[in-house]
């Protein structure tokens, strides 16, 4: 096992508020239960609707949410054991880029001072070291040296992600969260920032997790995805062979409101039904038997087990289930 991250039976239960008055006994399940490894180099994928859970996966992973429960492995050691002095000194091994680089740039500081800031802070190199440091990383990211003596509300949506890269990156990390960070940007803008994140992760041996909403993105960029659902995996595996053989129902729901790039195969739009459930009051059984066009009786009585049913192809659905192979009618279950 030389997985860099592995990532354990993660949850992250927030107790529901109604007004001032916390109710304790009902939870809003973010995380629920979630387990992946991430290997060193390879960009992992997270994706799935908006509150499946994605994004809080990433900040529980570098504690800027404590997790409810599970392990968190980065090279072999629980993130979950260090206290927070302890953990402080790590994180210039992970880093996190966020969808609005406006809102984590201080627009006081120059763009050096921006990248010269994460550097003394962590007390890496002198100070003559950190000025190296920072051409180095501007260089790398497209950033001129005149460049550096601007501040961020100077620069366009993409230049000011570039800034927030070369801020995450300055520091030498090995894993890059990247939550929905190109998701902001204007398509052209988007091929020139993911081009610049595959350039970097090869140049700099960088392994990637990455979150998103956006399949066609997704796709260009990841060696395998995990599709998410009511904070739970449903589907987990090399992203070719999702995207050609999408075993979950939810998945194939989700692929297929994406544009075949073939346009000899026809693809038929597969509609859900109603929205995404209430996180605190989830359904019976399967998580996504209320919305799916295949539930049928066993759905709503059983959650599916999480298993591998090809090889490295993971899926959370009664349909795949190989234990047994009750042949019950495809009725469907309504809410
Ligand atoms: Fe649909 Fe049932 Fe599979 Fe859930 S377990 S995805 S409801 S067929
Ligand atoms: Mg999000």
Redesign the pocket.
Known sequence: NNAILEVKDLTKYFPQKSGFIKKTNNYVRAVDGISFSIYPKETFSLVGESGCGKSTTGRTILRLQEPTSGQVLFKGTDLLDYNKREFRKLRKDLQMIFQDPYSSLNPRMTVRELLKEPVLTHRLVSKKDAEKLVQDIAEKVGLSKEQLNRHPHEFSGGQRQRISIARALVLNPELVILDEAVSALDVSIQAQILNLLMDLQEELELTYLFISHDLNVVKHVSDRVGVMYLGQMMEMTHTDELYDNPL???TQSLLSAIPSTNPFQKKERIILKGDVPDPANPPSG?P??LR?P???ER?AIEK?AYQEVKSNHFVA???YDQSENPKQARISVDP
Do not use: E, S
């Open positions: 979950h129902p939810y399967c996504f038997r799916c295949k539930a049928h759905c599916p659905c009664h349909l």
